[in-house]
């Protein structure tokens, strides 16, 4: 058996085989990293038997930033700008997780107001999330509308982030022991008004593609995960649920007050495509139930930990009439949030899986390694198991029901 | 929970509890490593690897822990595993993908940023960097703004004569340097691409007063 390799999108190789001819028993051709259907900079080479792929091996780390070097070089609260771009489709609840993984080395708990508006980011991040992924995932079905739909839906939501943080995209919202600063005045009309709007389209979403007899021939036992290979691969999120394991972080070790929340968790029969995009679709309406509760029910108080004196900086009047808030503020700009030494890892469900944050701190403003448990990174690791014997049109398909984001995957 | 952890401690002795501010954490040799992860998974319900990662200690000797952080999906906890590599200068540690295939890929990475190696590991390469980048960047020695590198693609490398630079870190993206005086590690403390002293562009005719 002869194999010949073709390499398209490689400039520095692709004049030196020009004349690579497609002959041969099987193909290697290399898929991105710049390719529509693979949703940012992730490579596959792959190994095709004629339309049928044989072999598939992902090429990750175009986006790598070296996000975990950076932070042992800054202290904690200069590391939030950075989660913003991890998982920047829903970069909120990245900022909370950071925070929250600090705050548990720290000790700290925050008051329940703080924790009710964390669950409204971490919600509307996840309905970012997911809209996008429903979105992009139709489009890759050749669903070109429901794009459109999601993506009018999904606006609303960076306006209310844009109210409420000053950014669209890179929020970096929240800080160690609070937030940056408290809901804006009328924020949360509009937040129950985007969610009035935005459950009709999940509907119309859900009457326009679920039932589709073309997309049923395109998802419907394609790409099937079982449950031991979602839990040997390490998957998380959405993509493990589809598979049948009912593990949702929010229900299991649950942070920020979730347990406090009714909502459902979805799970699939039998973690194929199809079943990743109900799942989503599930998680949206329950991620809008919560935010109707949390909304109703968002306790009034402080929204920062008051007693964390050399975590969380003083309020701005007081630092500029005082000289001990002064001086307070100014320790904890330039060293840092003073964190006890210790490790820890905390993860939190994130629209996309399990976000977690290892820290060993030897007690400072810095912390002495920190790793990120990147969902994507896992997520996208089961694709040699899962692509081959697929045929190529079934591509898009598999990698838009994985939904990752390559920022996250490669930090 | 706890009864079942220090079963756990007592069946295996040469376990030694890890300090920790969480979940229970344990040091394990690395010879018991492979036996004790089996009987984690298959007799104590930790079905479920979240994480392999790995510590540079820079000065402590044994200087590279690896460590494992292993999830119950049925009893919702969490434990920690670390084991020493042995060699400091030619790290090793023995590989469990065999248990879980999602080690793998944290193997890897652990290779690409600290260069250890995992005995058994079926495809040991870079993950993250590409292949044939000479350093382990997440080593402590390894400077923040990088080291200068020939280019990944050989061709690119001769067509263009360029090579990939270190970052620039003064007056450059806002990163403190750890250590020092604080007013040294003030990033812009030390940018001296502009100052009063410096003459200004003179005055284009004909602008305004003040207009530079």
């Known amino acids: 058996m002869t194999v010949k390799e073709v390499s398209i999108g490689d400039i520095g190789a692709r004049g030196a085989r020009a004349d690579a001819e497609f002959a041969g028993d099987k193909m290697l051709i290399n898929m991105g990293p710049s390719h529509p259907a693979t949703h940012g900079v992730l490579r596959l080479r792959l190994e095709l038997n004629g339309e049928i792929v044989t072999r598939c091996e992902p090429v990750v780390g175009y986006l790598h930033r070296g996000d975990e070097k950076i932070a042992e070089n800054m202290t904690y609260n200069q590391f939030i700008p950075y989660t913003d771009r991890l998982d920047y489709i829903g970069p909120i609840h990245n900022n909370v997780t950071f925070v929250l993984a600090v705050e548990k080395l720290a000790g700290i708990e925050v008051p329940p107001r703080c924790q009710a508006i964390r669950v409204i980011c971490c919600e509307l991040a996840r309905l970012q999330s997911h809209l996008l992924g429903c979105g992009v995932y139709g489009m890759d079905c050749g669903a070109l509308t429901v794009f459109m739909y999601a993506f009018t839906e999904r606006e609303k939501l960076y306006t209310l982030m844009e109210q409420l943080t000053g950014a669209r995209f890179t929020t970096s919202y929240t800080r160690i022991g609070g937030l940056a600063r408290d809901i804006p005045e009328g924020w949360l009309g509009n937040v129950l008004k985007v969610m009035d709007d935005l459950e009709p389209v999940i509907e119309e979403v859900d009457k326009l593609l679920s039932r589709n007899r073309i997309f049923w021939d395109r998802t419907v036992d394609i790409g099937v995960i079982s449950r031991a290979d979602a839990i040997g691969y390490g998957l998380t999120g959405p993509n493990l649920r589809a598979s049948g394991v009912p593990m949702d972080l929010r229900k299991d070790t649950p942070y920020l007050g979730y347990e406090q929340y009714e909502f459902d968790v979805p799970i699939g029969a039998n973690g194929d495509c199809y079943d990743r995009w109900l799942v989503r679709m599930e998680e949206m309406r329950q991620s809008i139930r919560i935010i109707r509760q949390a909304v109703e029910r968002l306790p009034d108080g402080p929204w920062y930990a008051e007693d964390a004196r050399k975590i969380f900086a003083p309020p701005k009047d007081k630092v500029m009439t005082r000289m001990e808030e002064l001086i307070q503020n100014f320790m904890i700009v330039t060293e840092g949030p003073q964190i006890p030494a210790g490790e820890v890892y905390f993860e939190a469900e994130n629209p996309k899986g399990a976000l977690g944050f290892f820290i060993h701190s030897k007690g400072g403003g810095v912390p002495y390694r920190l790793k990120i448990r990147s969902p994507s990174f896992c997520n996208l690791s089961v694709l040699p198991k899962m692509v081959p014997g697929h045929l190529v049109p079934d591509l898009p398909v598999l990698l838009g029901s994985l939904d990752f984001v390559m920022g996250e995957c490669d930090r | ?212």
């Open chain 2, 1 to 212: 929970m706890r009864e079942r952890l220090n079963a756990i401690l007592e069946a295996h002795p040469y376990l030694a509890a890890r300090p920790s501010a969480d979940c229970r954490a344990f040091n394990c040799p690395p010879e018991h490593l492979i036996g004790l992860l089996t009987c984690l998974r298959d007799e104590h319900g930790f079905d479920f690897l979240t994480d392999v990662t790995a510590i540079d200690h820079q000065e402590a000797r044994p200087r590279f822990e690896v460590l494992y952080h292993l999830f119950s999906t049925e009893r919702h906890d969490y434990l920690r595993l670390a084991t020493p590599c042995a060699d400091d200068q030619q790290p090793a540690c023995p590989s469990v993908t065999a248990l879980w295939p999602t080690a793998d890929w944290h193997e890897r990475e652990a290779y690409d940023m600290f260069g250890i190696r995992f005995a058994g590991h079926p495809d040991l390469r870079r993950i993250l960097m590409w292949d044939g980048y000479p350093y382990f960047p997440l080593r402590k020695e390894f400077p923040l703004a990088g080291l200068e590198t020939p280019f990944p693609s050989e061709d690119l490398t001769e067509a263009t004569g360029a090579s990939v630079l270190p970052a620039p870190m003064l007056g450059g993206p806002f990163h403190s340097a750890q250590g020092g005086p604080m007013s040294a590690r003030e990033p812009r403390a030390g940018d001296q691409s502009w100052t009063e002293t410096r003459p200004r562009p003179a005055a284009a005719e004909g602008a305004p007063p003040g207009a530079a």
